[in-house]
């Protein structure tokens, strides 16, 4: 059984880091394309950033953030520098159909939030 | 970038009707070379993650019921529910992901 677990969310002022982790069971991450996407308080669904055979960020994120993964660990990460309070929200790691990084996020983990507040 | 739109913005049906929701993209999200549409639905209910129905714009994930299904092509897509059931209240979205950045609709909300 797939399963994806989030952490490493919580409240970091303007300005600072945080990084959070999935920590992937049931298949092996880089045999699949891992995505993040976040969704503000009440708000959409919003596209941060997939790796898998390519690597691609949403513009609002290039530059700041950084996705990654540790096969021995079966873990994905996302560094998130320069955190801007507008990238408050839930943010999910998911699983994609296959290795293509054109993959649509086919399994979800419960999300870890995001909070940036002075 | 592609502009996902959707309608309506909400929805209410009664239990056994359809539901019919419509998915506009700004440019054609099919892919000639394999001839498939790069176009999921994602259906979230509250306090939950989202869940893929369908993608390929038509075909549905293993497990989802047959009452959803999906239709279209190019930049015109539909997300049908047959007969509606109490546990498919929750806000569909659908997605593109043929070209980056991927997009989302702004989401319909299905209620009874």
């Known amino acids: 059984e797939v399963q994806l677990l989030e952490s490493g969310g919580g409240l970091v002022h303007p300005g600072g880091s945080l990084r959070l982790s999935c920590a992937a069971s049931?298949?092996?991450?880089?045999?699949?394309?891992m995505i993040w996407v976040r969704q503000a308080p009440g708000k959409g669904l919003e596209w941060v950033s997939t790796?898998?055979?390519?690597?691609f960020y949403a513009d609002s994120v290039k530059g700041r953030f950084t996705i990654s993964r540790d096969n021995s660990k079966n873990t994905l990460y996302l560094q998130m520098n320069s955190l801007r309070v507008e990238d408050a929200a839930m943010y999910y790691c998911?699983?994609?159909?296959?290795?293509?990084?054109?993959?649509?996020?086919?399994?979800w983990g419960q999300g870890t939030l995001v909070t940036v507040s002075s | 970038d592609i502009v996902m739109t959707q309608s309506p913005d909400s929805l209410a049906v009664s239990l056994g009707e359809r539901a019919t929701i419509s998915c506009k993209s700004s440019?054609?999200?099919?892919?000639?070379?394999?001839?498939?549409?790069?176009l999921a639905w994602f259906q979230q209910k509250p306090r939950q993650p989202p869940k893929l129905l369908i993608d390929?714009?038509?075909a549905r994930e293993n497990g989802v019921p047959d009452r959803f299904s999906g239709s279209g092509s190019a930049t015109d897509f539909t997300l049908t529910i047959s007969s509606l059931q109490a546990e498919d209240v929750a806000t569909y979205y659908c997605?593109?992901?043929?070209?980056?950045?991927?997009?989302f609709g702004p989401g319909t909300k299905v209620d009874i």
């Open positions: 049931g298949f092996t991450i880089n045999a699949y394309a």
């Open positions: 998911a699983k994609g159909i296959f290795d293509s990084s054109y993959s649509a996020p086919a399994s």
């Open positions: 440019q054609s999200v099919l892919y000639n070379s394999n001839n498939k549409n790069y």
């Open positions: 390929w714009a038509s």
């Open positions: 790796i898998g055979d390519s690597t």
């Open positions: 997605h593109q992901h043929y070209n980056v950045p991927f997009t």
